[in-house]
């Protein structure tokens, strides 16, 4: 009896031939619906693009493909993991890749040889470019279990606290700092390479945007998170006590100081993190004794005269100009040197407009956990007048908004009417975007005797460009408001528009 030829892999030929065309086929079909992808050799050296990944090029610092093909790919693609594929054979199918062209939801997958033994290669997929629209619903969500996960494990450090003298943990890792759009996504990659050093970081931004959250995240994610976070507000009351705050006080050091002593903020928070708050606000005197305590070590505390090692990472933060503080000699400038080492500017709001939507998600889901309601939901022209707001006190006014709206509001859905009456009732000048289908096209300019079509085209596309500005960009956001689908916003926009990295 003749047995059929076979190949390497033990197949019959034929069926050898269906696995190379399912391969080539799969291949094919992977580059066509794929927002991008490219191939690195053994060594992980980029051999090839496709034409959906040449979009990335600009952002990545590159004018052309000849200039981006043969580079090593860590190299050229900032946070790649493809050299860890290459090394282990492990696929990541489904994970989020951050760098200056963006935030990507991506799949990596090793190539091997026929025998299946070697790798020879990996293959990078670019599966979705707009996360922050695209995978609104699953981040939301994923940080909704990132922030059930750090309250149990606030739970858990409590029931420790009986064992490690009240050591107080970090509550917020950098999941809980909400936002995918270049400011936020800059900001935390600044804020995770802090976080692998033992320097002192200075936080600077406006009040409410998130210093003291990315405090904690900086500590969670550093070699000192199973050490005390201790924070501290320079600025919360007269010079003595913040003294005796900071440094501790020896036993019966003044009429009524507690005969056993107590300790300072700066031994609680010894073999962990020191976070100094309003540090600009800071008494000119008491500045003097923490340089000495920084520079030294060491902490002398009220009524004594023994000096006590300690060990904490210091982050401080201010909503201040420290350095204009110090050209008006009200902040010491070697204090300034000494803890400008890592600085790092906190976003407003403002300037990150299409978080705004993700925020509110998140905020009314944290509303909806402590009242035991439903969760608000927001009309479209609702969401576009908030993303349209400058927001001068940042998140915290955002949830104060989104909070007095709730209450007021006899259903979980939300109108902008209800929001624009909450708006005038705070007494803050506010930003009222007009209703974004047909404010600011000039009809009165329009030839009545054109194609009805043409006509039509250009309102349409003006409505869509007040739409994108009323809601910072956000596709997302900007569809609802128009009531159109994504999909159908996207054939609208102009293909400049539709192939940026956003």
């Given amino acids: 009896m003749q047995h059929p030829e076979t190949?390497?892999?033990?197949l019959p030929l034929d069926a050898q031939s269906i696995l190379e065309l399912a391969a080539r086929s799969m291949f094919h079909l992977f580059s066509s619906i794929s927002q991008g992808m490219f191939l690195v050799d053994r060594t992980g050296r980029i051999v090839w693009v496709n034409e959906g990944y040449?979009?990335?090029?600009?952002?990545?610092?590159?004018?052309?493909?000849?200039?981006?093909?043969?580079?090593?790919?860590?190299?050229?693609?900032?946070?790649?993991?493809?050299?860890?594929?290459?090394?282990?054979?492990?696929?990541?199918?489904?994970?989020?890749?951050?760098?200056?062209?963006?935030?990507?939801?991506?799949?990596?997958?090793?190539?091997r040889?026929?025998?299946?033994?070697?790798?020879?290669?990996?293959?990078?997929?670019?599966?979705?470019?707009?996360?922050?629209?695209?995978?609104?619903?699953?981040?939301?969500?994923?940080?909704?279990?990132?922030?059930?996960?750090?309250?149990?494990?606030?739970?858990?450090?409590?029931?420790?606290?009986?064992?490690?003298?009240?050591q107080r943990q970090s509550k917020h890792t950098f999941a809980s700092f909400i936002g995918t759009s270049p400011a936020a996504v800059e900001v935390k990659r600044q804020a995770r390479r802090a976080a692998q050093t033992s320097s002192p970081v200075l936080l600077l931004g406006e009040t409410g945007t998130g210093k003291e959250l990315l405090a904690h995240a900086i500590h969670a994610a550093s070699s000192r998170a199973?050490?005390?976070?201790?924070?501290?507000?320079?600025?919360?009351?007269?010079?003595?006590?913040?003294?005796?705050?900071?440094?501790?006080?020896?036993?019966?050091?003044?009429?009524?100081?507690?005969?056993?002593?107590?300790?300072?903020?700066?031994?609680?928070?010894?073999?962990?993190?020191?976070?100094?708050?309003?540090?600009?606000?800071?008494?000119?005197?008491?500045?003097?004794?923490?340089?000495?305590?920084?520079?030294?070590?060491?902490?002398?505390?009220?009524?004594?005269?023994k000096l006590i090692p300690f060990d904490a990472r210091l982050i401080a933060a201010t909503s201040r100009d420290l350095a204009a503080l110090v050209r008006e000699g009200k902040f010491r400038e070697d204090l300034f040197y000494r803890l400008n080492v890592l600085p790092i500017k906190v976003p407003p709001l403002r300037e990150r407009r299409s978080d705004i939507p993700a925020l509110l998600e998140v905020l009314g889901e944290e509303m909806a956990l402590r009242s035991g309601d439903r969760q608000p939901e927001l009309a479209p022209d609702a969401l576009a007048l908030l993303s349209a707001q400058t927001w001068r006190g940042n998140i915290r006014e955002l949830r104060n908004v989104l909070e007095q709206a709730a209450m007021r509001s006899d259903s979980a859905n939300i109108e902008r009417a209800q929001f624009e009456q909450v708006l005038k009732d705070s007494g803050i000048e506010r930003i009222a975007p007009a209703p974004a289908a047909l404010e600011g096209a000039d009809l009165s300019a329009s030839d009545p005797l054109r194609p009805l079509a043409e006509q039509i085209a250009q309102v349409e596309r003006r409505a869509i460009a007040a739409a994108m500005e009323a809601t910072g960009g956000n596709k997302l956001a900007a569809s609802r408001l128009l009531g159109i689908s994504r999909a159908k916003l996207y054939e609208r926009l102009d293909n400049p528009d539709r192939k940026s990295v956003n």
Avoid: C, W
């Fill in 113 to 166: 040889d026929e025998s299946g033994d070697d790798i020879i290669g990996a293959i990078g997929i670019v599966l979705f470019d707009h996360p922050e629209t695209t995978l609104q619903p699953l981040i939301s969500k994923f940080a909704l279990l990132h922030r059930d996960l750090d309250d149990a494990r606030r739970e858990l450090a409590s029931q420790r606290l009986q064992h490690t003298g009240g």
């Fill in 226 to 305: 199973r050490g005390p976070f201790i924070s501290v507000n320079s600025a919360a009351g007269p010079e003595t006590l913040l003294e005796a705050e900071f440094f501790g006080v020896a036993p019966g050091a003044y009429t009524g100081a507690d005969r056993k002593g107590r300790d300072g903020k700066f031994k609680l928070a010894d073999g962990g993190t020191l976070f100094l708050d309003e540090i600009g606000d800071m008494p000119q005197a008491l500045q003097a004794k923490l340089l000495r305590a920084l520079q030294e070590g060491e902490i002398e505390p009220l009524g004594s005269n």
């Fill in 54 to 111: 040449k979009r990335f090029l600009p952002a990545l610092g590159f004018s052309s493909v000849e200039q981006f093909v043969g580079h090593m790919v860590e190299e050229v693609i900032p946070n790649t993991q493809m050299r860890r594929v290459l090394e282990t054979g492990e696929a990541f199918l489904i994970d989020l890749l951050t760098n200056r062209a963006g935030t990507f939801v991506v799949s990596r997958i090793p190539l």
């Fill in 7 to 10: 190949s390497p892999h033990g």
